[in-house]
């Protein structure tokens, strides 16, 4: 049993680890931006009569306004999420009590004060290690393990117990 707090500078790095790790996030850089591009380009010809599609302006600027949406959104959007859930950390006083972290061949479980969960290794849509510690995805939310309340036995542990867990079926 390993006991940890979750403090904003914890929970922000681990928040900015799970941004990391996520494909939505990856994928979103490598879509939207170049085709954002392309409608910049698009709109600064037609505006600049250079190519036509239309005798009005209205396409130029619909092409400029989407291209300059889709250059910037994947860049934006992880900030608001952060900030989101860093605001409902912050609603959440739970979280921020001390965590008493205990597992076995088959279970993780997290325990504080006012809440506890117990989850099958295999209950975890995916997982991450990252500097600092162990993300234990749960859809669209994830319990931590930190890496500094481990040793490193008992990190090779739980890396062995999610590398070999069973997924879950779900009906």
């Not at 619909?62 to 992880?78: A, D, K, M, N």
């Amino acid at each position: 049993m390993k006991t940890f707090s979750l403090t904003e500078e914890r929970f922000l790095r681990f928040h900015a680890a799970y941004q990391a790790q996520s494909p939505r996030v990856r994928n979103s850089k490598r879509f939207w931006p170049p085709l954002g591009a392309i409608c910049l380009i698009l709109g600064v010809l037609e505006l600049a009569g250079v190519w036509r599609l239309s005798r009005t302006v209205e396409l130029a600027s619909t092409l400029l306004t989407f291209g300059l949406i889709l250059v910037i959104f994947p860049f934006f959007i992880p900030r608001a999420v952060t900030k989101a859930a860093l605001k409902a950390f912050r609603k959440q006083p739970a979280l921020q009590e001390p965590i008493t972290v205990s597992w076995d061949a088959d279970h993780v479980e997290h325990v504080s004060r006012t809440w506890s969960n117990r989850h099958a290794w295999s209950d975890f849509s995916g997982w991450a290690e990252a500097p600092e510690g162990f993300m234990l995805i749960l859809g669209t939310s994830f319990l931590v393990i930190p890496r500094e309340v481990l040793s490193d036995a008992e990190a090779a542990e739980i890396r062995s117990f999610l590398e070999h867990r069973e997924p879950s079926v779900r009906t």
